[in-house]
């Protein structure tokens, strides 16, 4: 497709279960962010990968969160045994990021809403 | 530990006037600003940048400002139109544009016919 595609676009899960989260970037970008929005809340970076490099984790809240790129493409986050507090508007963002010409502008997908209840 | 502020959560502007939206940083290691914007249930799209080697990049009806000694910036929409209603997110980066892009908490828009 022509834009970050992202599902599902809701989701309500009970508390305690896993959930998954699914990222198909633009193709060709070699950039793939994971923000999330909580309700009033500004974006909260969580997770970037970068190419083949390691991916920078400083964002993730806890270890239950965590993520995989797989073959440079499709990325999934996985929240394990679910709480309350994790529900927000899960984005994804992809950038074209060619090496050595940085600040490529980042197409956002619409989200998943998650909603543990 | 909020690197990015927007202080304003939200502004109300008449059609055809301008709009001003603000936002601060502490990180003097950011070089490389954008703003985006943002309607219900959908993601953020870009809208404008700055490299810190600039003070003002201009497109159209929209013009960013950059005051690295009060590491302030902000972006002026004139005029203002109602499909301009949305909420602004500005975001800061490091190194080149190279580190991931720090949000601030954004700003609500709404343009008033």
């Known amino acids: 497709g022509a834009g970050v595609s992202q599902s599902p676009s809701n989701k309500v899960t009970e508390k305690g279960k896993d959930v998954e989260l699914r990222c198909d970037p633009i193709s060709g970008h070699t950039a793939l962010y994971w923000y999330r929005q909580s309700l009033g809340q500004g974006l909260e970076f969580l997770i970037y990968f970068q190419g083949n490099s390691a991916p920078d984790k400083s964002g993730l809240p806890s270890d239950r969160f965590s993520a995989e790129r797989t073959g440079g493409s499709v990325s999934t986050l996985t929240i394990q045994r679910t709480q309350q507090e994790d529900s927000a508007v899960y984005l994804c963002?992809?950038?074209?990021?060619?090496?050595?010409?940085?600040?490529?502008?980042?197409?956002f997908g619409n989200g998943t809403r998650l909603t543990v209840t | 530990d909020q690197q990015v502020k927007q202080n304003s959560p939200s502004l109300s502007v008449q059609e055809g006037r301008i709009s001003i939206l603000n936002c601060d940083y502490t990180n003097s290691m950011f070089d490389y600003f954008l703003w985006y914007k943002k309607y219900p249930a959908e993601g953020p799209t870009f809208l404008i940048s700055?490299?810190?080697?600039?003070d003002k990049n201009e497109d159209g009806r929209f013009t960013v400002f950059l005051n690295k000694s009060a590491k302030h910036l902000s972006l002026h929409i004139v005029p203002s139109q109602p499909g301009d209603s949305a909420v602004y997110f500005c975001?800061?980066?490091?190194?080149?544009?190279?580190?991931?892009?720090?949000f601030g908490q954004g700003t609500r828009l709404t343009i008033n016919p």
């Open positions: 963002a992809s950038s074209l990021a060619p090496r050595g010409v940085p600040n490529s502008p980042l197409h």
């Open positions: 975001a800061a980066s490091a190194i080149g544009g190279a580190q991931k892009l720090v």
């Open positions: 700055i490299s810190s080697i600039k």
